[in-house]
Protein backbone atom coordinates (compact mmCIF):
# COMPACT_ATOMS: atom_id res chain seq x y z
CA UNK A 1 0.00 0.00 0.00
CA UNK A 2 1.42 3.54 -0.84
CA UNK A 3 2.25 6.33 1.66
CA UNK A 4 -0.25 9.17 0.57
CA UNK A 5 1.01 12.38 1.01
CA UNK A 6 -1.97 14.81 0.92
CA UNK A 7 -0.17 18.63 -0.45
CA UNK A 8 -2.59 21.97 -0.31
CA UNK A 9 -1.15 24.59 -2.28
CA UNK A 10 -1.99 28.04 -1.20
CA UNK A 11 -5.46 27.15 0.57
CA UNK A 12 -7.12 30.80 0.94
CA UNK A 13 -9.28 29.42 4.05
CA UNK A 14 -8.14 27.73 7.13
CA UNK A 15 -11.47 26.58 8.15
CA UNK A 16 -10.97 24.73 5.07
CA UNK A 17 -7.33 23.23 6.23
CA UNK A 18 -9.22 22.06 9.29
CA UNK A 19 -12.01 20.45 7.31
CA UNK A 20 -9.42 18.56 5.41
CA UNK A 21 -7.27 17.23 8.08
CA UNK A 22 -10.43 16.03 9.79
CA UNK A 23 -11.31 13.93 6.18
CA UNK A 24 -7.71 13.11 6.96
CA UNK A 25 -8.32 11.78 10.11
CA UNK A 26 -11.60 9.96 8.79
CA UNK A 27 -9.91 7.81 6.61
CA UNK A 28 -6.61 7.01 8.20
CA UNK A 29 -4.36 9.93 6.54
CA UNK A 30 -1.76 11.48 8.64
CA UNK A 31 0.54 13.57 6.38
CA UNK A 32 -0.25 17.11 5.46
CA UNK A 33 2.11 19.67 4.09
CA UNK A 34 1.08 23.15 3.61
CA UNK A 35 2.65 25.21 0.45
CA UNK A 36 2.23 29.05 1.01
CA UNK A 37 -0.78 28.66 2.86
CA UNK A 38 -3.33 31.61 4.50
CA UNK A 39 -2.51 32.00 8.05
CA UNK A 40 -3.84 29.04 9.86
CA UNK A 41 -5.83 29.39 13.46
CA UNK A 42 -8.68 29.08 15.39
CA UNK A 43 -11.55 28.11 12.36
CA UNK A 44 -8.86 25.60 11.21
CA UNK A 45 -8.49 24.00 14.95
CA UNK A 46 -12.05 24.38 15.03
CA UNK A 47 -13.13 22.39 12.13
CA UNK A 48 -10.53 19.98 12.34
CA UNK A 49 -12.53 18.45 15.36
CA UNK A 50 -10.55 15.06 16.62
CA UNK A 51 -7.57 15.46 14.25
CA UNK A 52 -5.97 18.10 15.65
CA UNK A 53 -2.77 16.63 15.45
CA UNK A 54 -2.73 16.27 11.51
CA UNK A 55 -2.92 19.95 11.78
CA UNK A 56 -0.30 20.30 13.96
CA UNK A 57 1.61 17.77 12.76
CA UNK A 58 1.30 19.42 9.34
CA UNK A 59 4.73 20.89 7.47
CA UNK A 60 4.72 24.17 6.29
CA UNK A 61 7.10 25.01 3.07
CA UNK A 62 7.09 27.60 0.21
CA UNK A 63 7.76 26.25 -2.65
CA UNK A 64 5.88 23.02 -4.36
CA UNK A 65 9.46 21.01 -4.99
CA UNK A 66 9.64 21.29 -1.03
CA UNK A 67 6.77 19.79 -0.87
CA UNK A 68 7.30 16.99 -3.18
CA UNK A 69 10.45 15.67 -2.27
CA UNK A 70 10.80 12.46 -1.70
CA UNK A 71 7.48 11.17 -3.45
CA UNK A 72 7.33 8.89 -6.06
CA UNK A 73 4.10 9.60 -7.53
CA UNK A 74 2.23 12.60 -7.96
CA UNK A 75 -1.10 13.53 -8.25
CA UNK A 76 -3.04 16.73 -9.22
CA UNK A 77 -6.82 16.99 -8.94
CA UNK A 78 -9.24 18.93 -10.57
CA UNK A 79 -12.97 20.36 -10.41
CA UNK A 80 -12.67 20.25 -14.27
CA UNK A 81 -12.85 17.34 -16.21
CA UNK A 82 -10.32 17.14 -18.71
CA UNK A 83 -11.63 14.68 -21.45
CA UNK A 84 -10.12 16.39 -24.20
CA UNK A 85 -6.63 16.37 -24.94
CA UNK A 86 -5.84 19.16 -27.18
CA UNK A 87 -6.98 21.83 -24.61
CA UNK A 88 -5.76 20.17 -21.38
CA UNK A 89 -2.20 18.78 -20.38
CA UNK A 90 -3.80 15.94 -18.70
CA UNK A 91 -6.31 13.58 -19.36
CA UNK A 92 -8.10 12.91 -15.97
CA UNK A 93 -9.53 10.08 -14.56
CA UNK A 94 -12.01 8.77 -12.05
CA UNK A 95 -10.77 8.82 -8.09
CA UNK A 96 -11.74 4.69 -8.44
CA UNK A 97 -9.26 4.42 -11.26
CA UNK A 98 -6.80 6.39 -9.79
CA UNK A 99 -7.27 4.06 -6.47
CA UNK A 100 -7.18 0.97 -8.39
CA UNK A 101 -3.83 2.13 -9.85
CA UNK A 102 -1.51 2.80 -6.72
CA UNK A 103 -3.46 0.40 -3.87
CA UNK A 104 -0.08 -2.25 -4.91
CA UNK A 105 2.04 0.67 -5.19
CA UNK A 106 4.77 0.58 -1.96
CA UNK A 107 6.36 4.18 -2.08
CA UNK A 108 5.12 7.88 -1.68
CA UNK A 109 1.86 8.97 -3.54
CA UNK A 110 1.85 13.12 -3.58
CA UNK A 111 -1.66 14.26 -3.87
CA UNK A 112 -2.10 17.83 -4.54
CA UNK A 113 -4.91 20.05 -4.25
CA UNK A 114 -4.80 23.92 -5.45
CA UNK A 115 -6.29 26.86 -4.04
CA UNK A 116 -9.90 27.25 -3.84
CA UNK A 117 -10.31 29.91 -6.32
CA UNK A 118 -8.47 28.58 -9.53
CA UNK A 119 -7.47 25.37 -8.46
CA UNK A 120 -3.58 24.11 -9.84
CA UNK A 121 -1.37 26.12 -12.69
CA UNK A 122 -1.15 24.36 -15.17
CA UNK A 123 2.69 24.12 -15.17
CA UNK A 124 2.18 22.07 -11.78
CA UNK A 125 -0.38 19.65 -13.44
CA UNK A 126 1.79 18.96 -16.17
CA UNK A 127 4.56 17.62 -13.83
CA UNK A 128 2.41 15.24 -11.94
CA UNK A 129 1.74 11.64 -13.20
CA UNK A 130 -2.42 11.86 -12.91
CA UNK A 131 -4.71 13.65 -13.04
CA UNK A 132 -8.12 13.05 -10.87
CA UNK A 133 -11.75 14.59 -11.33
CA UNK A 134 -14.50 13.89 -9.40
CA UNK A 135 -17.28 13.18 -11.65
CA UNK A 136 -20.27 15.56 -10.74
CA UNK A 137 -23.09 17.57 -12.03
CA UNK A 138 -22.16 19.19 -15.17
CA UNK A 139 -24.13 22.26 -14.50
CA UNK A 140 -21.88 22.71 -11.28
CA UNK A 141 -18.96 20.40 -11.45
CA UNK A 142 -16.89 22.42 -8.95
CA UNK A 143 -17.01 21.25 -5.23
CA UNK A 144 -15.99 22.49 -1.76
CA UNK A 145 -12.08 21.67 -1.80
CA UNK A 146 -12.47 19.76 1.64
CA UNK A 147 -15.75 17.92 0.14
CA UNK A 148 -13.85 17.06 -2.95
CA UNK A 149 -10.96 15.73 -1.25
CA UNK A 150 -13.17 13.56 1.56
CA UNK A 151 -14.73 11.70 -1.64
CA UNK A 152 -11.09 11.31 -2.97
CA UNK A 153 -9.88 9.94 0.74
CA UNK A 154 -13.16 7.81 1.38
CA UNK A 155 -12.53 6.31 -2.45
CA UNK A 156 -8.87 5.13 -1.81
CA UNK A 157 -10.17 4.22 1.68
CA UNK A 158 -12.55 1.33 0.27
CA UNK A 159 -10.26 0.41 -2.70
CA UNK A 160 -7.03 -0.16 -0.08
CA UNK A 161 -5.03 2.15 -1.11
CA UNK A 162 -5.04 3.49 2.73
CA UNK A 163 -4.20 0.82 5.28
CA UNK A 164 -6.05 1.55 8.25
CA UNK A 165 -5.52 0.73 12.26
CA UNK A 166 -2.40 -0.57 13.82
CA UNK A 167 0.37 -2.66 11.91
CA UNK A 168 0.10 -6.48 12.34
CA UNK A 169 2.68 -8.67 13.52
CA UNK A 170 4.70 -10.17 10.69
CA UNK A 171 4.78 -13.60 10.13
CA UNK A 172 8.05 -14.22 12.02
CA UNK A 173 6.74 -12.60 15.21
CA UNK A 174 3.55 -14.89 14.99
CA UNK A 175 6.10 -17.56 14.38
CA UNK A 176 8.43 -15.97 17.21
CA UNK A 177 4.74 -16.27 19.50
CA UNK A 178 4.16 -20.23 18.88
CA UNK A 179 7.96 -21.23 19.31
CA UNK A 180 7.54 -19.42 23.20
CA UNK A 181 4.33 -20.62 23.72
CA UNK A 182 5.34 -24.65 23.10
CA UNK A 183 8.74 -23.73 25.59
CA UNK A 184 6.28 -22.70 28.12
CA UNK A 185 4.66 -25.74 28.03
CA UNK A 186 7.73 -27.75 28.63
CA UNK A 187 8.63 -24.99 31.24
CA UNK A 188 5.19 -26.33 33.24
CA UNK A 189 5.28 -29.56 32.09
CA UNK A 190 2.74 -29.81 30.07
CA UNK A 191 1.82 -33.29 29.26
CA UNK A 192 3.11 -34.44 26.06
CA UNK A 193 0.63 -35.97 25.13
CA UNK A 194 -1.54 -33.06 24.84
CA UNK A 195 1.21 -30.58 23.33
CA UNK A 196 0.59 -31.19 19.45
CA UNK A 197 -3.04 -30.57 19.87
CA UNK A 198 -2.73 -27.31 21.82
CA UNK A 199 0.12 -26.26 19.79
CA UNK A 200 -2.03 -26.35 16.84
CA UNK A 201 -5.08 -24.61 18.97
CA UNK A 202 -2.64 -21.60 20.15
CA UNK A 203 -1.98 -21.07 16.09
CA UNK A 204 -5.23 -21.19 15.27
CA UNK A 205 -5.89 -18.49 17.88
CA UNK A 206 -3.37 -16.62 16.33
CA UNK A 207 -4.02 -16.54 13.11
CA UNK A 208 -7.91 -15.86 13.60
CA UNK A 209 -6.57 -12.76 16.03
CA UNK A 210 -4.24 -11.50 13.51
CA UNK A 211 -2.12 -9.09 16.39
CA UNK A 212 -0.73 -5.68 16.61
CA UNK A 213 3.35 -4.96 16.51
CA UNK A 214 2.36 -3.96 20.13
CA UNK A 215 0.36 -7.03 20.98
CA UNK A 216 2.92 -9.20 19.66
CA UNK A 217 6.01 -7.55 22.13
CA UNK A 218 3.42 -7.55 24.77
CA UNK A 219 2.34 -11.31 24.89
CA UNK A 220 6.47 -12.14 24.12
CA UNK A 221 7.17 -9.67 27.07
CA UNK A 222 4.71 -12.23 29.05
CA UNK A 223 5.72 -15.74 27.69
CA UNK A 224 9.13 -15.00 28.22
CA UNK A 225 8.91 -13.97 31.00
CA UNK A 226 6.45 -16.83 32.52
CA UNK A 227 9.58 -19.00 31.05
CA UNK A 228 12.35 -17.41 32.58
CA UNK A 229 10.45 -18.21 36.29
CA UNK A 230 9.57 -21.39 35.48
CA UNK A 231 13.03 -22.33 34.53
CA UNK A 232 14.19 -20.83 37.66
CA UNK A 233 11.67 -22.28 39.75
CA UNK A 234 12.83 -26.07 38.46
CA UNK A 235 16.39 -25.05 38.71
CA UNK A 236 16.08 -24.01 42.61
CA UNK A 237 13.65 -27.25 43.24
CA UNK A 238 16.98 -29.20 41.63
CA UNK A 239 19.25 -27.87 43.57
CA UNK A 240 17.57 -28.78 46.90
CA UNK A 241 17.59 -32.25 45.91
Do not use: Q
Amino acid sequence: MPSIRIVLVEPLHDGNVGAIARAMKNFGLEELVLVRPCAVGEEAVKRSMHAVDVLKNARTVFTEEEALKGADYVVATSGIDTSNDRKFPRISMAPEAFAEKVKDFGGTVAVLFGREDFGLDNDLVKRCDFLVTIPANPLYPIMNISHAAAVLFYVLHSRDAVKLGPNKASEMEVGKLNEYFSRLLDVINYPEYKKVKTCVMFRRLMARAMPSAWEFHTLMGILDGAIDAGELAAEKDGSKE
